[in-house]
């Protein structure tokens, strides 16, 4: 049976390596409220593929259908004859084994979808992209969105501290902080040198970022106006905020210039508790015993690894 889709269904793609696999399943199951080890998933929830570094692609579903005939028999009120379009068969799909659709199989639906639409058909420099992809036993068809690694041009910043987050788990940790940025408003009181800061900023996130050392402070406004970003970060010491958010983002100091001690750690998430509604911490060591102490909830977690270096992303309410 075909079905040209009249609620909003998206179908998304992702690349990750095995260090990197709880995070992106943390960052999926914030986003889409599921996870997968196939790479692909479908969900209603609208997410740009470039707020994820783990994001590949996004199908904008048009059509869907039971077998790819019927996809066929529906492309031609697509396209336009004032642009030019290019189909593209989703490499990363959960048709595996035996039932894998091999190079040339793919390339031919994919001149074969072409040939029915409208406009003209342009492989190199199309106006539209297209795409048809198999998932969950069914075909579908729609807009085609490549994701843009935005955070790798955040990599190289003015201000940089061997122990910083990366740009990659930094985005990813904003975006499990804050899965839909309408309406939300974010601090990091602990911000650094901004790592975090510049990467939510860059996805349009409301978040402010204020630290007890002043050094650092200058460091995050630096990195970020030096990526034409606008951020408020002000010297504070977190029992000083008196604003409440809706999510404060928390990476506990641990390093040679912004050390906290257990008390102090306890301290920063206890008063984390008295501004934030939910919290999205970052820490070297467990804080189990101590979150549940103060009175949060742990609702998800996972780890992420650089190197032989170890981080532990708690989600808390």
Known sequence: MTNISREPAFIYTFAYNDAERSLCHLEMRS????????KIIKSSEKVHPSRSPFIKERVEVLVDGDTVEEIIAQVSVFGSEEETYRVTFLKINDRQGEDKIENNERLHIERTVGKEM???FDL???DRIYAIVPYGGRWYFGLYTKSEPIWFKHVKKPREYSTALSTRVARSVANIAVPRPEGVRAIDPCCGIGTVLV???SMGIDIVGRDINPLVCDGSRENIAYFSLIGDVKKSAIEDITETYDVAIIDLPYNLYTHASQEEQFIILKHARRIAKKIVLVTIESMDEQLEQIGFQIIDRCITTKQSFSREIVVCE
């Open 199 to 201: 990467e939510a900023l």
């Open 31 to 38: 986003f889409f409220g599921t996870d997968t080890d196939v």
């Open 124 to 126: 190199r420099n199309p």
């Open 118 to 120: 409208l406009g003209e």
